[in-house]
């Protein structure tokens, strides 16, 4: 969270503003404001360097979200994340981790938007080895368990390669539908 030092010199930047419209008006100026119809968006909470850790109701499998920010905007319920970290834990099944540069959540995450660097490794498991996922953006919809792109992905598993434009993956189904110019590059000695 934002530390005591931050809240401190916060406090200064506001006093020395309300100091300056003071001395603005006995001067007789008007202070510069914004007009009423510009809406200022501000943030209610940050978050600084952060984890928060979500089990499930038998305490088996957990998902923890890390993150170096999050700001929270209470007008939408929205949130935008620098460098966030998801790591899901789930009984039966591989583990997963997933990264990127940046993320915006909608009200109760209902979308999530990855973009920059985002990776997703999915461990090796159930008979199928590291499966690791690349891309530029990435539009999650946690309540359908779907991940979609419309930019270039590229799939790395233990014995191929495989690029396209474009993806559409549903973890409920297990189906992965590869969009436009697809590439398969399949190596035995892996």
Do not use: C, W
């Amino acid at each position: 969270m934002i530390g005591h030092l931050r809240f401190g010199f916060l406090f200064v930047i506001v006093a020395l503003f309300a100091s300056l419209l003071i001395l603005l008006n006995q001067d007789g100026h008007t202070p510069l404001l914004a007009p009423e119809n510009i809406s200022v968006r501000a943030p209610d909470y940050v978050l600084e360097d952060f984890s928060a850790i979500r089990t499930d109701e038998n305490d088996a499998g957990y998902k923890m979200l890390l993150g170096k920010k999050m700001v929270h905007y209470p007008d939408d319920d929205s949130a935008e994340l620098e460098q966030p970290r998801l790591i899901t834990i789930e009984p039966g099944k591989p583990s997963v981790q997933l990264q990127a540069d940046h993320a915006k959540m909608s009200a109760e995450g209902e979308d999530i938007y990855l973009s920059g660097n985002v990776v997703i490794v999915r461990n090796e498991g159930k008979g199928r080895g590291e499966t690791i996922l690349t891309t530029s953006l990435l539009h999650l919809i946690p309540d359908q368990d779907i991940a979609r792109t419309d930019k270039p992905v590229e799939i790395t598993e233990t014995n191929a390669t495989i690029r396209a434009i474009g993806m559409e993956m549903n973890n409920r189904t297990g189906n992965t539908q590869l969009l436009s110019q697809v590439k398969v590059v399949h190596d035995k000695k892996r």
